[in-house]
């Protein structure tokens, strides 16, 4: 982190007049109070010491803002709704704060083939409400939609909710204006489904975390809004027969398939003991395993249908000893607060150890056990949960010290869980990113030529290393083109 | 073209020695009957001079072959099941062929997830057969399935008649493993639906065409293959009545919507006219306009009572003044065969000029009347088809003449073609890709510094030119990084 930076420079006032010609001094903040906000992420674990932050009202502005940062060596930081969960969206020290929130107009939504075209700052459930209210949906859907900007959902290649059913942003993503550390323009805000003339650039910055260029706009493929939602949870004895029913649900669901998330016993009774008016909607039976099972689609009728007949099905064949379906939109809230909440609970209960993984589907609830089984001599809590449908794991470990009294605890968990995924060529980071957490594992889910070419597509596009110093790749390797392995 | 060979060397008798020693004499090709498959493209368009054909069996020898080329400049054209429309796939002189259909094993089919792991040399029409028998399908589907290879799909970012309901590759494309020019291999062949680590390098390689990398081995994303398929062909008065149709299509089926295709009348009148067997569906309208609709999903029933509601709706709006449901197999498969045909017919109708474009889908159709009449004077038969779900539409101007007697033909359409597409910011390519036939156009589908980056990135991985030369960028420009634009 530190070699990262040590080629930059701290931004003086005489930048500080510079950017506020740009921009106009009122979009330049120097004051403490003011940057708090900016250097701290929303976890409060990461924190950083700029002591400036710009905010740019066009793509001209930003193009000039960053043309300087080039030419002066001064570290950037992008920032959208700065709610990553990798501190990928504060300064590691005094880099200028790039923030994008200005620039957050809707450009044009096509109703005919379904598309919108917006700046990078709008808010994604702004986004929502605008498209719904066009007979569209957004493609994607998380969490922290009331304060995530699309251009941070596209720079981090957001995942949530929606995956399963519309899939990832380097589909959805039809156009995209991106600036270069240069101030290079990058104007491919074209929203044509299919286009097959040269390289697809934009696909770079698509998951880069702001570290190859700074998205200022893009073009999305809309779906549809559908015209009904239907939800089920369901109760079963094993992961073994959770993961059956999820096959059953392909089946006989498949087109109207929105969601299958999971989470296990321990995550179920964290969030009925910690959050209010949480209950356990399955009291009888104290199920090992649940699944949350989402349908949407264009017909009511169709899909209630679809839904009886799966769960019919799934509780014959004595996979799903019990279950529920939602018959109101409160009791449909009920149970996904139940699902959602469980961060916050965990939360409450002391500190928590946090793992975003992607494993193959069968081993999937293995790495659960084989945690808790290491980690009960420590007295920590263990909880499962995640998309099922994308084979992506929430590991929580949970105990109640602070973390500097926990070594014992760090030791026992790390890097051993990066190096049981890493066996199993799982991922270490399913949707969260790298940011500042984990440059130092990439390794452990991508091959050494492959960090190579990443390496070296970095030394392509941002040669000076301004953009997001110290985020998503480890210190660069001494050799010009560090993949070669061949003579 | 010239200029991009002019630092590679012809393949000598200790080259093929070489190679005879990586992949087996019997895999190295050299007797000129041997190489003319291997040398012309299969429109017969496009005719190489290579010497040399190597038929690699495994990566490890993709890898090896690759590295003594790129040791000893020696161009090399990547091939799979040659089926590309731009001339791709053969060599421009005497680069050697390297042919990737002995590496056609499927290394494993997940029914869990629904995901598939081959090598790049898998016949598109096997993996689908394959995959059906495990109760998947393919995501994509085109007419040269029965020749073309999933190397050769991902190479191309093949498009085709499922892109409406599955998307693209880029997003279908879980896991990849390629050859970097210098023989470095790549293994990205994971099989994960979501994985955050660090920059997408594989998308890179997905429509790149064989320029940056020999894409050796995938895993794709497979959906549930669907228990029904419905069709319908509608006609209709207008573009405009069509387009309504298909905003109408899009919100009754919605998510069982799997195809929406479209031909005009010149279009559907050439199909009867020259293929036996093919007659007009619906006789008693000659209407201007015709759409081919396809639903698919898992419950007949509801699929049927959809496709039903949506014909009703837009018949009496008015805009459908015909139409026909297909009640069996046959008519089914005799519907596709109007659609599909229009290719063949027109190839038999006389030279033909062929425009594989995007534009914003309310002028879609504006490009072949404006067309067709700059050409009315030249007594050329003007037809537009292709995927109005895609905003893709395939343009054809057909003359009785031979090429070389149509230079008034020819002056008339290019550039003004590429010029009008390039006014409305579409596409000139949307799937067929670049090859040989477009490099000299690209600048009017991208613009400079987006072309600039692609230069760049050729330079990063293929330093010496050797993979593909000739193919997808025009020659570069002097500059050393010629995206720059500011100071």
Chains 1, 2 share one sequence.
């Not at 569209?136 to 859907?141: A, G, K, Q, W």
Request: charged share 20%.
């Amino acid at each position: 982190m530190r070699r990262a930076l040590s080629s930059l420079r701290s931004p003086t006032e005489l930048d500080v007049q510079h950017f506020a010609s740009i921009v106009g001094g009122a979009n330049v903040l120097t004051a403490a109070a003011d940057l708090e906000p900016y250097n701290t992420d929303w976890m409060r674990k990461y924190v950083g010491n700029s002591q400036l932050a710009v905010r740019p009202g066009s793509t001209a502005e930003v193009s000039r803002v960053l043309a300087h940062c080039h030419a002066e060596r001064i570290g950037v930081v992008p920032q959208g709704g700065n709610t990553g969960l990798v501190g990928g969206s504060v300064p590691v020290a005094d880099e200028v704060v790039l923030s994008l929130g200005r620039m957050d107009r809707v450009l044009s939504v096509d109703e005919d083939s379904g598309h919108l075209v917006c700046e990078a700052g709008c808010v994604l459930e702004a986004l929502q409400e605008h498209v719904a209210a066009r007979g569209h949906t957004m493609p994607l859907d998380l969490g922290a939609k009331g304060s995530c900007q699309i251009g941070g959902n596209i720079a981090t290649n957001a995942g949530g909710l929606r995956f399963l059913r519309y899939g990832s942003l380097h589909g959805s993503v039809l156009g995209l204006e991106a600036v270069l550390a240069d101030g290079t323009v990058l104007d491919g805000l074209t929203a044509l489904r299919k286009d097959n003339t040269g390289y697809d650039v934009k696909q770079l910055f698509i998951g880069s975390e702001g570290t190859l260029g700074v998205v200022t706009a893009c073009a999305l493929a809309l779906p549809r809004a559908p015209a009904s939602v239907h939800l089920a949870l369901l109760g079963a004895d094993s992961y073994a027969a959770l993961l059956r029913t999820f096959g059953v649900a392909r089946r006989r669901l498949a087109e109207v398939l929105s969601a299958a998330e999971f989470l296990d016993r321990a995550s179920l009774e964290l969030a009925c003991e910690k959050l209010d008016g949480v209950r356990d909607p399955l009291p009888d039976t104290k199920c090992a395993q649940y699944m949350l099972v989402e349908v949407s689609g264009s017909d009511a009728s169709h899909d209630e249908a679809k839904l009886s007949a799966f769960v019919d099905e799934a509780m014959e064949s004595g996979d799903v000893v019990d279950g529920t379906i939602a018959q109101d939109g409160a009791q449909s809230a009920a149970l996904w607060r139940l699902r959602e909440g469980i961060t916050e609970a965990l939360g409450r209960t002391g500190r928590v150890y946090k793992y975003d993984v992607s494993l193959p589907l069968a081993q999937l609830y293995d790495l659960v056990e084989e945690t808790r089984a290491r980690m009960a001599p420590h007295g920590a809590l263990v909880s499962g949960f995640g998309h099922l449908g994308d084979g992506n794991l929430h590991l929580n470990v949970c105990t109640p010290g602070a973390f500097d009294a926990d070594a014992a605890v760090a030791a026992a968990i790390e890097p051993w869980v990066f190096e049981y995924i890493a066996e199993r060529r799982g991922s270490i980071s399913a949707e969260h990113g790298v940011g500042v957490m984990k440059p130092h594992v990439l390794h452990l889910s991508k091959r050494p030529p492959v960090i190579g070419v990443m390496h070296a597509l970095k030394r392509l596009l941002d040669p000076h290393g301004i953009l997001n110093p110290g985020k998503v790749l480890p210190p660069p390797p001494e050799e010009e083109r560090p993949w070669r392995t061949a003579s």
